[in-house]
C-alpha cells in the first residue's frame, strides 16, 4: 500500500512520521511523535517541496518514487534550512544528480555551510516565478520564522501554501494527515505547543508573514509539520495569529516546585483559592515532573501565571530557573504574574522571581508577593489564598 497521499492531481504528501526521536532539536519531547512534511510536485518538471531528517531518507525516497517512479526530479525547493527538512539533501542529490536545488541567496549559504553544497543551486528573489509546465510556483521570502533564511512557496496552480514551519504543530500523522480526518481538538495542544517552544520568539516576524500572504488565494496550507490544512485554512492562520498578538483565554497556570512539601502547601492554598474564587481553568504543574515545554504552552494560553518556588543554594529551585530562563527567551507580553516562595537560612529564591518579573517580558505583577521561613504559617497560607483571590479577580475580569 502506498504511504504517500494525494493532495490534488499533482501533489502528494511524501513526508515521514518520526518515532524514533526522543527530544526535537534534542531539546523538546516528543511523547506523540513529530512528522516532517515533504511535498512532491508532478508536473512536466518534477519538484519535491522540502525534505525530511537524514535519518528518514529511505523513507522519504520510497514515498518520493511511489508517485514519480523513475522520472528525475528537477528541483528540491528548500523554504527553511533546519537540519529536520534539509537533512536529505545530499541523499537526493545523490539519487538525482542533475536535481537543482532552489533557495534564496540565505539558503545558497547555509548550504554551502552545513552541506558543502555549492553546485546545482538555483537562487530566488523575494516574488520570483517558478514555472514546472502546468504549476507555476511563486516564492516569498518571510525571514525568522523560523529562521533567517525562510521562505514560502505558494503553488498558484492549485492554491497550495507550502508555508515551511508556520502553520506546524508536534505530533506525527499517524491517522490522517488532513485538518477534516483528524480530531483538531486532539492535536491543538500540541501545535500550541510547537508554536509556543519553537515560533513564539519571532512572533513579529509571524505577523508580518500572515500579512505579506494575506492577498494570496490559498486553497490548501501544507506545513513541514502537522496536518495538512485543506477544509479550513483560515482557521490554523486565524489561530498563529491570534497566539501572536498573545491574545490569552481565561485561566490560570500554577507552577510550583517543592523539595520537602512547604512550598506545595502554599500552591494548595493558592490553588484552593483560584478555585473557590470561580476560576474554572487551572493548570497546576509541578516544575520537577513536568518538562518547561508543556507549562510553556500552557503559559501562553491563558492570562494568568503564579510561580512558587524555595531557595536553594541561595538561588533558585534550579527547574523553576529552568523555566524562567525559557521564559525569559520568548518576551511574553500581556500577563498577570503571581509569586510565593520560602527560604531556610538566607533568601534568593523569591528574589530571583522578582527579578524575572521585571526584566523576563512585560508580566503585570499581582500583590501580594509571599516568602516564608522554612514551613509556612497561618499568615503565609491566608497570603497565598489572597494572592489566589486578586489573581481570580484579574483573569476572570
Ligand atoms: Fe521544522 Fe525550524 O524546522
Known amino acids: 500500500m502506498a504511504l504517500s497521499v494525494p493532495i490534488t492531481e499533482d501533489v502528494h504528501w511524501v513526508g515521514v512520521n518520526d518515532h524514533q526521536t526522543h527530544l526535537f532539536e534534542g531539546v523538546w519531547p516528543l511523547p ?14 518534477v519538484a519535491v517541496v522540502d525534505g525530511v531528517k537524514d535519518a528518514n531518507a529511505a523513507d522519504h525516497l520510497d514515498r518520493i518514487r511511489e508517485v514519480i517512479g523513475d522520472r528525475p526530479i ?14 536529505t539533501v545530499r541523499t537526493l542529490r545523490e539519487a538525482f544528480p542533475q536535481m537543482q536545488v532552489v533557495g534564496n541567496r540565505k539558503t545558497a549559504g547555509f548550504l554551502e555551510q552545513f552541506y558543502g553544497l555549492d553546485a546545482g543551486v538555483k537562487t530566488v528573489a523575494d516574488g520570483e516565478e517558478l514555472d514546472l509546465g502546468r504549476h507555476k510556483l511563486r516564492f516569498f521570502l518571510t ?5 533567517p533564511e525562510t521562505m514560502v512557496t505558494f503553488d498558484e496552480t492549485d492554491g497550495i501554501l507550502f508555508s515551511a514551519d508556520a502553520f506546524g504543530g508536534f505530533a506525527a500523522l499517524d491517522d490522517g494527515i488532513f485538518d477534516d480526518q483528524v480530531d483538531l481538538a486532539h492535536y491543538e495542544d500540541e501545535i500550541l505547543r510547537y508554536f509556543s517552544n519553537i515560533v513564539g520568539k519571532y512572533t513579529k516576524p509571524v505577523l508580518n508573514a500572515i500579512d ?9 496550507i501544507a506545513p513541514t509539520h502537522g496536518p495538512v490544512w485543506r477544509s479550513n485554512p483560515g482557521q490554523i492562520i486565524q489561530k498563529y495569529a491570534r497566539w501572536s498578538r498573545q491574545e490569552t483565554e481565561p485561566g490560570v497556570v500554577l507552577a510550583f516546585g517543592s523539595m520537602y512539601g512547604n512550598t506545595a502547601k502554599m500552591a494548595e492554598a493558592v490553588g484552593r483559592a483560584l478555585a473557590d474564587a470561580g476560576v474554572s ?20 494560553r491563558y492570562g494568568g501565571l503564579i510561580i512558587g518556588a524555595p531557595t536553594y543554594n541561595s538561588g533558585l529551585f534550579p527547574p523553576m530557573d529552568t523555566l524562567l530562563r525559557d521564559l525569559e527567551i520568548l518576551r511574553m507580553e500581556g500577563r498577570h504574574l503571581g509569586i510565593f516562595g520560602s527560604y531556610g537560612w538566607s533568601g534568593g529564591g523569591v528574589k530571583r522571581m522578582r527579578e524575572f518579573a521585571d526584566t523576563g517580558g512585560k508580566w503585570e505583577l499581582v500583590e501580594p508577593v509571599i516568602e516564608a521561613n522554612c514551613a509556612p504559617g497561618d499568615h503565609d497560607l491566608e497570603q497565598c489564598a489572597e494572592l489566589g483571590r486578586r489573581m481570580a479577580e484579574t483573569v476572570n475580569a
Open 212 to 220: 505579506k500572504l494575506k492577498s494570496l488565494e490559498i486553497k490548501t
Open 74 to 87: 528537477a528541483y528540491l525547493i528548500v523554504n527553511h534550512m533546519e537540519p529536520d527538512h534539509s537533512g
Open 143 to 147: 525571514p525568522m520564522v523560523h529562521w
Open 32 to 45: 506523540r511523535g513529530v512528522s516532517y512534511n515533504s511535498y512532491v510536485i508532478a508536473d512536466e518538471k
Open 281 to 300: 481553568t487551572i493548570r497546576a504543574y509541578d516544575v520537577s515532573r513536568t518538562h518547561p515545554s508543556f507549562i510553556i504552552r500552557d503559559a501562553w
